[in-house]
């Protein structure tokens, strides 16, 4: 070889080498530790080289070794934590993964997009998922009671499945919808938040106030509620997570009805009224007998959940799995549950600049029991026997004014078992989302996004009462049946266009524009049977029925609406110092006449970072201050399908002397200006996070007024009608908020201890009604307060001795009246010698209003190694708890002695200082004069939601496994406090009913929109283990 050749090879050789040693250098073995918020090192997380096959996962100790080139990125993730991407520096990387929601404090869901929350300019409060399962429930209402300012949370049902009821900075409409609008991955949501499994979220974004909701026109008046459920992630290798829990459920406390003795000692306490006799006992009962009806109704009742997913992705896809069962058998017999749930996400990469995906949401439901109330076991006389002298089963107990069907936990179970009787629920819900989005390859931020929303609700409610079940009377009573059949079907689809881009590092730009149309459709079906000759028919065939078969017109329904929307949104912030906002949405509705149809909304708002200005940086106990405020139009779709039309019913009359004809009738009059409620809104807003972040907190004030409020106008009778629908009200909300988070211990020595707290007012009232009036008296609606308002009478007291009587004048304000009777305030004048002028009457009733002082929730949470306690509660302070079962409208407190009654401290001639009015026997016409001011209490109550102890097994037992496992152990509703009607009667101060149930008879018309505790399935401490597993 040539000395060329030689010095060649020599050349090539070095050059080599070079290289060789130069990718030898940028080749690391990358070496660290991940760990948690507190330091605590995180077993099985996921460490993978972007972009290539390369990963591992970290040991017990949380560390982890890789081999990647220098300037390379890691994605780190682990399930229950937000994702982290970090370049290659050193051969040294040490992580700290956070929460998903601490992460998403960064990134909030706005509507039609996401936003960094200090950006935000509008009223937006979040709630990860991982905070809403710290309370085992089944569905979210229950979950998020508390946790939210100007968010009150009411129950409406204690029986099993029920939701409860939403209400976001109070009640707007007199007569129309004040429910929220939800809003399920991106798409309107038209089920029941029952359909929504709590294991499947992800986060939930509550929209408060207009200049945040008015993104959503027509229907944001109400607030909006965002839920994202559970998506996989990138680079994630497949997890399966699994969250069970099991428990019972024992009475919270029995209705406080009087036993044996005190019954007995009641009716006879109706011998010291004047005149008054008592009810003498009937033929099934005796004086020495004492029968809790309410033992032998209640049972155990147990509740169990279970849940499955799996997700993971790849470096272009994600995807995410999941089931859910769930039971609850109630604490009454027959009472119960079911539902199981099915969920998937899909998101995958295409090429560079095309995303598509689906998410579909899907449930089966069962519901069972409802006709099983538990009236006849509270009000059933205590001196009777559920046994005849045989030992056999009684079917029905002779008091002395009344015969009563018996129900005892026996006798239901026996005719549910045989058919004989049945109330059953059945309902399928599937909700998907399916968008596709192409990213613009000529303009960096710009992108076009298809969102595809397909909805089916289907429901079944069918009953069957057999043979003389349930008359107490005649045991041939004939057999009856229904049976009720809804449809939904709801389309969507949203075409968004979307501009997000940073110039020179400070001007900050997000543009959208959205064009959509929506579609929904509903039918319902309906017909009832009488004398259905077999119990195995039951309601599946009420062809068959020997007796009526009614096909009421007013129990058919098909609805038939559309909705279209166009939208600009643009949002500007400069330096991350100074923000404004900008929406304008306008809708188009079917239910509104033509000329009528579209409505433009507009909102602004802004915000200013004080904390990001020069003059700030001097205080350092201030991370971050934020100032703002907005001002939006919405509305609310109050507007019934068909309402503006004129509308015809059938009429049957008489054809003949023997037959009729059937012809039709004006049912409502053609109604085109008829339009929606809408309302103004001004929010002013501060935010601030303090101490390096271990104090946070939003403090907001906001007033709000609604126009065109709809009400019924009375018309003459010549109209053919007696009334029309009309815009002519006017209501204001306005109130204040604050919320606070604050870490008080931040792992000092193993200790972490974490506190939240929520206070919030809302003041609303009616501001105008039609034509100047000031009240309408039917219909409870009064100028300037309240309205959910009572009018009623005032009780003061008992008109308690007979010097009492003389000396303020009961002869005279109560003409015939007697000591012992209500004592009720009197508002006309009085003579010269202080003698009133006039008798009590209705021109002494008073308006209270109902709703609350002040109210809101708590959390904390301590943690040390390994071991977590929990607590979330409740309080109100003030406002009106209406006890349907204190009152005579619920017939459980009428001081008669015909049935059983509350046991209430009443008087008599040893007892004057006594509470509740003398008995008055057989001559009282089982009502006490002013009966209904009875039932009203001080709503003032403080309430332990949840207790829960946990053990973390990663922390100790098991810190070199990749299996993560934490058990806990939940106390539900096990405390109350300071509530004057819990004192009273031991029951829980929750409400339990609207006043338009059952549980809350006889009330009026007026009552029936106020929520109630009335005689509903008892409230139920719950007792439940769980236990969250990842592998």
């Known amino acids: 070889m040539s000395k060329k050749s030689k010095a060649k090879l020599l050349c090539l050789t070095v050059v080599l080498q070079l290289f060789a040693m130069v990718a030898f250098a940028q080749n690391l073995t990358v070496k660290g530790r991940v760990t948690d918020e507190k330091g605590a090192p995180i077993v099985g997380a996921s460490v993978i080289v972007k972009g290539t096959t390369a990963g591992t996962s970290t040991d017990g100790a949380g560390d982890y070794t890789i081999s990647a080139a220098m300037g390379s990125t890691l994605v780190v993730s682990s399930i229950n934590f937000a994702p982290l991407e970090l370049k290659v520096r050193s051969a040294t990387q040490n992580v700290t993964l956070t929460s998903p929601e601490k992460s998403l404090g960064d990134v909030v869901v706005i509507g039609y997009g996401t936003q960094r929350k200090e950006a935000i300019t509008g009223s937006v409060a979040s709630i990860g998922g991982d905070k809403l399962r710290e309370v085992p429930s089944p569905n979210i209402t229950q979950a998020l009671q508390g946790r939210i300012a100007g968010v009150d949370i009411s129950q409406t049902s204690t029986r099993p499945g029920s939701t409860m009821q939403i209400r976001i900075r109070g009640t707007r409409s007199l007569s129309a919808d004040n429910n929220p609008l939800i809003v399920l991955d991106g798409i309107p949501f038209i089920g029941s938040l029952a359909d929504i499994n709590p294991n499947d979220i992800k986060t939930l974004d509550i929209l408060k106030d207009a200049s945040a909701t008015a993104i959503y026109g027509s229907r944001g008046a109400n607030g909006v509620i965002l839920i994202t459920t559970e998506k996989g992630g990138k680079n994630r290798k497949p997890r399966i997570n699994y969250n069970g829990y099991h428990g019972v459920q024992n009475i919270f406390a029995k209705y406080p009805v009087m036993n044996g003795p005190q019954f007995v000692a009641f009716r006879k306490a109706a011998n010291s009224k004047p005149g008054a006799q008592q009810y003498p006992n009937g033929q099934d009962e005796a004086d020495s007998l004492n029968t809790d009806w309410q033992d032998l109704l209640y049972r155990t009742g147990f509740v169990t959940d279970h849940n499955i997913s ?271 906002s900008a929406t304008l949405r306008s809708d188009a509705s079917s239910r509104l006449a033509p000329g009528n149809k579209w409505h433009t909304y507009p909102a602004v708002s802004v915000g200013w970072n004080i904390s990001k200005e020069s003059f700030m940086q001097k205080v350092p106990v201030i991370d971050n201050l934020k100032l703002r405020a907005g001002y939006g139009q919405t509305s609310n779709q109050a507007v019934g399908v068909y309402s503006t039309l004129g509308q015809l019913v059938t009429r049957p009359y008489n054809f003949g002397p023997t037959s009729y004809g059937v012809g039709f009738a004006v049912n409502q009059l053609p109604n085109p200006g008829l339009g929606w409620e809408y309302s103004k809104t001004f929010n002013v807003g501060l935010d601030f996070s ?312 006889n009330l009026s018309p007026s009552l029936r929109r106020i929520l109630t505790v009335g005689y509903n399935t008892p409230s139920t401490r719950n007792y439940i283990v769980g236990v969250n597993l990842t592998f």
């Open 310 to 580: 799996l997700s993971g992705g790849t470096e272009t896809g994600s995807f995410n799995f999941g089931g859910g069962y769930h039971v609850n058998q109630g604490i009454v017999p027959t009472q119960q549950y079911k539902r199981y749930s099915f969920r998937a996400s899909i998101d995958q990469q295409v090429g560079k600049n095309v995303r598509v995906g689906f998410t579909t949401n899907n449930n089966y439901n069962q519901s069972e029991g409802n006709q099983v109330g538990i009236y006849s076991a509270l009000s059933n006389t205590p001196i009777s026997s559920p046994y005849n002298a045989d030992g056999s089963r009684k079917r029905y107990i002779r008091m002395a004014a009344d015969n009563s069907f018996i129900f005892t936990r026996p006798v239901v179970d026996s005719l549910t078992d045989n058919g004989q009787w049945l109330n059953e629920s059945k309902g399928y819900a599937t909700y998907n989302a399916i968008y596709g989005e192409v990213q613009a390859p000529f303009l960096k931020g710009l992108k076009y996004r298809i969102n595809l929303g397909l909805d089916y609700v289907q429901s079944s409610n069918g009953s069957y009462t057999g043979r003389g079940v349930g008359d107490a009377l005649n045991p041939n009573t004939v057999s009856s049946g229904s049976v009720d059949n809804r449809q939904t079907y709801h389309w969507t689809v949203e075409n968004i266009l979307s501009f997000d881009r940073t110039f020179a590092g400070k001007h900050a730009i997000n543009a959208v524009a959205l064009y959509s149309a929506e579609q929904n459709k509903y039918n319902r079906s309906n017909m009832s049977a009488t004398d259905i000759p077999s119990d195995a028919l039951q309601y599946y065939n009420l062809g068959q029925a020997v007796g009526q078969l009614t096909i009421d017109p007013l129990q058919q329904d098909y609805q038939l609406w559309g909705l279209m929307s166009a939208m600009g949104r643009l949002m500007y912030s400069y330096d991350n110092r100074y923000m404004i």
């Open 690 to 1001: 303090l101490l390096k972040n271990r104090l946070s907190g939003t403090v907001e004030y906001y007033v709000t007024k609604t126009e065109d409020i709809l009400l019924g106008l009375g018309l003459p009778p010549t109209s053919g009608v007696t009334s029309i629908t009309t815009n002519i009200g006017t209501t204001e909300n306005k109130g204040f908020e604050l919320g606070l988070n604050g870490t008080i211990l931040n792992n000092v020595n193993g200790w972490t201890w974490e506190m939240g707290v929520n206070f919030y007012t809302n003041k609303n009232k009616l501001t105008s009604l039609a034509s100047g009036q000031t009240k309408d008296e039917a219909n409870w609606f009064f100028v300037g307060h309240n309205i959910n308002a009572i009018y009623d009478y005032k009780k003061i007291g008992l008109w308690s001795t007979s010097q009492d009587s003389a000396d303020n004048y009961l002869n005279v304000l109560e003409p015939g009246g007697n000591v012992g009777m209500i004592k009720v305030q009197y508002t006309g004048g009085y003579d010269a010698n202080g003698k009133p002028l006039r008798a009590i009457g209705g021109d002494d009733r008073q308006i209270i209003d109902v709703d609350p002082d002040w109210q809101g929730g708590f959390n904390t949470r301590v943690a040390y190694k390994g071991f977590d306690l929990g607590v979330v509660g409740i309080y109100r302070h003030g406002g009106v708890l209406f006890s349907t079962v204190h009152g005579s409208n619920g017939y459980l407190n009428l001081l008669s002695g015909r049935r059983n009654n509350i046991n209430v401290d009443y008087w008599t001639p040893d007892n004057t200082d006594a509470k509740y009015p003398r008995p008055g026997g057989i001559l009282s016409g089982d009502n006490p004069k002013y009966g209904s001011t009875l039932s009203y209490f001080d709503g003032s109550y403080m309430k332990i939601r949840t207790i829960t102890l946990g053990y973390d097994f990663n922390r100790s037992l098991m810190k070199n496994s990749s299996v993560k496992l934490r058990m806990y152990f939940t106390a539900q509703n096990p405390f109350v406090f300071f509530s004057p009607f819990h004192d009273e009667s031991g029951l829980d101060p929750e409400t339990n009913s609207f006043g338009n149930e059952n549980a809350s008879v």
